[in-house]
């Protein structure tokens, strides 16, 4: 069952139509078409079944009702033109780190504007999973502007109830909820957690061989860099666990670089292993403009 924002609604109105004035603005038709290309018309719809007539496709031959008829039937489908889109997004506690001026939260609400937009310029229904170790929220697909802000809405300030992540129970759930197969894109910083990074890759594989799934990995330098600002105390958002680390010495620099690095380059190969497309969006990068191409890859490639 859907759980309420806490906070004020006015305030909560007003940021989600500004974050959708932006959104709107910058998914231009460009961007709505590539989307169209890649995503849409992926199922066909039963219609009827009818007696074949010489030139039609022996592929399409109903074999069981001609056996019962004693003459051959063919069936006939017409193209499913409307497309499900649901955007799970990342909330664990991580996701409320930001170097710069927002936060991964809050760079993973613009990219769930962004896709919620080109949903509904396409014409298509569009639902929302909030997830950290656990479902926290579960928004059903529809359609209309209203609903779209109503996903924005809650990216941005629904408060998550653990701050601890994990993919295989929210992946799970995401897949039983949908029925038909549907586009998904999990917005995340795909820091694995306690499950570790092979868990959180086969959980997207089960659910990519199900529906069509994409991630958008959200990076800030700051994961990556640390700044010659002398002694400070780092707190891991998830486990609340802090530790003193002297950012003066190079050694230590160096040493938190490497690491970043490799658990960058652990996270790419394991989602690569499993099949996923990925879209990686530095926290500075503008959000259309690389979806755009992330789509016009995926066309091209297929």
């Known amino acids: 069952m859907d759980r309420p924002v806490q906070t004020n609604p006015q305030e ?13 603005r910058m998914v231009n038709d460009a961007m709505v078409g590539a989307y169209l290309s890649r995503f849409k018309g992926r199922g066909t719809d039963f219609e009827e079944l009818r007696e074949y007539v010489p030139g039609d496709d022996v592929r399409a031959m109903d074999w069981n009702v001609t056996a019962r008829m004693g003459k051959p039937f063919i069936r006939l489908h017409r193209e499913e033109r409307e497309l499900t889109m649901v955007i799970a997004l990342d909330v664990s506690g991580s996701a ?51 609903h779209v802000l109503r996903i924005i ?45 092979e868990a959180m890759a086969a959980a997207l594989g089960e659910l990519n061989a199900r529906h069509d799934t994409a991630c958008v990995q959200l990076v800030d330098e700051r994961e990556r ?31 938190f670089a490497d690491t970043a690095e490799a658990r960058l380059a652990d996270t790419a ?21 690389a979806l755009s191409r992330f789509f016009e890859r995926r066309r091209r490639r297929r």
Not at 99 to 117: D, I, K
Not at 269 to 289: H, I, S, W
């Open 269 to 289: 190969a394991g989602l690569a292993r499993a099949g996923m497309d990925v879209a990686r969006l530095e926290a500075a990068a503008a959000v259309a403009p």
């Open 96 to 146: 409320s780190f930001g170097s710069g001026e927002a936060t991964l939260r809050e760079r993973a609400a613009e990219v769930a504007a962004c896709l919620a937009v080109s949903a509904l310029k396409a014409g298509d229904k569009v639902g929302l999973l909030l997830f950290s170790d656990q479902e926290e929220l579960w928004v059903s697909p529809k359609k209309g502007r209203r």
């Open 153 to 197: 809405r809650d990216a941005l300030e629904f408060t998550a109830v653990s701050r601890r992540t994990s993919f295989t129970r929210p992946m799970r759930r995401l897949g039983r909820a949908l029925r038909r197969r549907s586009m998904v894109f999990v917005v995340s910083d795909f820091l694995p957690g306690a499950e570790g990074g």
């Open 225 to 255: 860099i640390l700044p010659d600002v002398g002694v400070i105390a780092l707190e891991d958002a998830e486990t609340g666990e802090i530790r003193e680390v002297d950012t003066g010495s190079a050694v230590t620099r160096q040493r």
């Open 12 to 24: 909560t109105l007003r940021r989600a139509q500004r974050v959708e004035i932006v959104a709107t």
